[in-house]
């Protein structure tokens, strides 16, 4: 069975510090794997990954994709409270379905 | 319109009830999924259209839930005789047809907070 497995599940960090958050998974016919923030209800697309070694980066949100390894980083710098959410980290599998993960909570504390 | 639009937002229903919730995507997305989550979850898959074909509603928790999108565009999820356990945000997603070369971005709806009472 397809899984995705987020960690930590929670952080709570000041603002200015810098986090990482991991992702790693177990696929059957891997196509993508994406990055979602999710303050209210929906999750908001941050990065689709399908090459494994090469950055994406926006802003000071940055990912890569170890294929390898079968995982991903979502790394934060300089955090600001604004960045409080559920980081969920989406693998697409077979059809165009994403797996989930449960998700990080990122607290970010003035 | 500019994004994936759901209907209700927000829905209590008395257990037993009928419940249909509404998803219009964004025009001339081919795809369309329906996801459960519940409090504290990641999204769960329930199922997927390509235009008005269902080819994928392997996540569809029970008979009594039931999804349809007669004209390849808004979509309707319907729950027969909600039970508690159906209590959650039920999301919407849509994406443009899939790429093989290069995975896909899907976007999502703000969801229909379900409370099942």
């Known amino acids: 069975e397809d899984k995705v497995v987020q960690s930590p599940l929670s952080l709570v960090v000041h603002e200015g510090d810098t986090v990482t958050l991991n992702c790693s998974y177990e696929v059957t016919n891997f196509r993508s794997l994406l990055w979602y923030k999710q303050e209210k209800k929906a999750p908001t697309f941050l990065f689709m990954l399908t090459s494994s070694g090469i950055e994406k980066k926006s802003g000071r949100l940055s990912s890569i994709l170890d294929k390898k390894e079968l995982s991903s980083i979502l790394n934060i710098t300089a955090t600001q409270t604004g960045d409080s959410a559920i980081y969920l980290c989406a693998v697409e599998a077979r059809s165009e379905k994403l797996v989930f993960g449960k998700g990080t909570k990122l607290t970010v504390n003035p | 319109g500019a994004g994936v639009s759901q209907s209700p937002r927000y829905k209590v229903a008395k257990r037993g009830q009928d419940v249909a919730l509404r998803c219009d995507p964004i025009s001339g997305h081919v795809s369309l999924f329906w996801y459960q989550q519940a409090l504290g979850q990641g999204p769960e898959f329930l199922t997927y259209?390509?235009?008005?074909?269902?080819?994928?509603k392997s996540g569809l928790p029970s008979d009594r839930f039931f999804a349809e999108r007669p004209e390849g565009s808004v979509s309707t999820l319907k729950i027969q005789r909600t039970q508690q356990e159906d209590s959650a945000v039920y999301l919407c997603?849509?994406?443009?047809?899939?790429?093989?070369?290069?995975?896909?971005?899907?976007?999502f709806g703000e969801g229909s907070w379900l409370t099942v009472v």
């Open positions: 997603a849509s994406s443009l047809a899939h790429n093989k070369n290069s995975g896909n971005t899907i976007y």
């Open positions: 259209f390509q235009n008005e074909a269902q080819l994928d």
